[in-house]
Each structure stands twice: as structure tokens, then as C-alpha cells.
T-cell receptor, first 115, second 113 residues
Framework: KAGVTQTPRYLIKTRGQQVTLSCSPISGHRSVSWYQQTPGQGLQFLFEYFSETQRNKGNFPGRFSGRQFSNSRSEMNVSTLELGDSALYLC??????????????FGDGTRLSIL | GDSVTQMEGPVTLSEEAFLTINCTYTATGYPSLFWYVQYPGEGLQLLLKATKADDKGSNKGFEATYRKETTSFHLEKGSVQVSDSAVYFCALSDQGQGGKLIFGQGTELSVKP
């Protein structure tokens, strides 16, 4: 069974640009969550989607947005990039949200560098 | 709000030594608890989980017991190997917050031959 697939693996952008990251969940998983990982702040929750609806959102500015498609694939978008947006962005999927017995499985992430 | 606190790293051990990584949490509800591991250049892999008090999660020689009375979920392994070198994250998922995971700051483990 294929795992969570994130594309691209690496991305270099400059300040002010925008970027779109993609995530394909494990087959059959309908919940997708996104996290930002930085050395200073650690792992922080961005948002969660289930059945194409955003169910939960972390404490990030409106420049960070996402969506989920009918096939459960998800994208996240960051507009007007800032140097502080440099991070590893991780996507995780699960069968349903909020079920402790159905833990989230993570992709290898997209490493975003802002110049 | 909910939070997770892990012992600070890095932790350096010799091969076959005993490992303990402390994790304590605060939560308003009845959380599920997890340990994830991250190898260099990779995402997070689920190591083990526990969904209710007194549950013991175990996998690949690692164990952790959900202790509600001490709000702890310490990770242990009896004999570590060089291949266990990685960063370990304790996390919780609280009822009513969907699938949102709250992570500790991570503990880097280095095992020397």
C-alpha cells in the first residue's frame, strides 16, 4: 500500500512569491492534515481537511490556505512568502479525523526554502 | 490549552544501553497519546500509540504506558541499537479537536557503537 506522497520534495522561492504544495493521502484515507516543522517552533498544526471541508485550523496567518479535492488529495498554498516561511511542510492522512485508534501517517514532507 | 513536554536532548547512549525519554502532557479531555520517530531527511513514522489510561503501546522493542495519574507517556527501550538514532516526538490528540496533533519539542537520540 503506497504511503502519503508529497510533491515536490524541495522547493526554492523568493520573498513575495506564492507556492502550492501537494499531498496524496494513503488510499482510502479521507482526512488530511498539514504541519509546519521549523527548528525554532517545532511541529505546528496548520489545518485539517475531511470530505473537502476544513475542519480545524491552527494559528497561522491568512496567507496560509488549503483545500481538499473529491479524491481526498490536498493542496496547501502560501502567498506573499516571507523568510520565516522556510520550513519542512508535512502532510498526514488518516481514515477519519479525531480517532485515536486510527493514527495519522505522515509523508516525507516538502522542504521549502525562501531566499 | 493542551501541551506536551519532552525531556531535552540530545541524548547520547552506547549500544545496548537502556533508553528512557520522558514525556508529560496537559489536556482538557481524554487524549490519545503517540510516539513518532523522524530519521534524517524523512517525515514522521508512527512508533506506538495508546488511546486510554493504563494502555501500553509497544513496537520494535519500544514501550510506553499511558499514565493518567501522572499525565505521562514515557518511552522506553531495553537495549538500543545504532539504527535507533533519530529524533523522537511525543504527541497527543484530544477529543473534540479532530485529528489535530500537538507535539512535544522532540528529543534527539544518538547511539554510539
Amino acid at each position: 500500500k503506497a504511503g502519503v506522497t508529497q510533491t515536490p520534495r524541495y522547493l526554492i522561492k523568493t520573498r513575495g512569491q506564492q507556492v502550492t504544495l501537494s499531498c496524496s493521502p494513503i488510499s482510502g484515507h479521507r482526512s488530511v492534515s498539514w504541519y509546519q516543522q521549523t527548528p525554532g517552533q517545532g511541529l505546528q498544526f496548520l489545518f485539517e481537511y475531511f470530505s473537502e471541508t476544513q475542519r480545524n485550523k491552527g494559528n497561522f496567518p491568512g496567507r496560509f490556505s488549503g483545500r481538499q479535492f473529491s479524491n481526498s488529495r490536498s493542496e496547501m498554498n502560501v502567498s506573499t512568502l516571507e523568510l520565516g516561511d522556510s520550513a519542512l511542510y508535512l502532510c498526514a492522512s488518516s481514515l477519519e479525523p479525531g480517532r485515536g485508534d486510527q493514527p495519522q501517517h505522515f509523508g516525507d514532507g516538502t522542504r521549502l526554502s525562501i531566499l | 490549552g493542551d501541551s506536551v513536554t519532552q525531556m531535552e536532548g540530545p541524548v547520547t547512549l552506547s549500544e545496548e544501553a537502556f533508553l528512557t525519554i520522558n514525556c508529560t502532557y496537559t489536556a482538557t479531555g481524554y487524549p490519545s497519546l503517540f510516539w513518532y520517530v523522524q530519521y534524517p531527511g524523512e517525515g514522521l513514522q508512527l512508533l506506538l500509540k495508546a488511546t486510554k489510561a493504563d494502555d501500553k503501546g509497544s513496537n520494535k522493542g519500544f514501550e510506553a504506558t499511558y499514565r493518567k495519574e501522572t499525565t505521562s507517556f514515557h518511552l522506553e527501550k531495553g537495549s538500543v541499537q545504532v539504527s535507533d538514532s533519530a529524533v523522537y516526538f511525543c504527541a497527543l490528540s484530544d477529543q473534540g479537536q479532530g485529528g489535530k496533533l500537538i507535539f512535544g519539542q522532540g528529543t534527539e537520540l544518538s547511539v554510539k557503537p
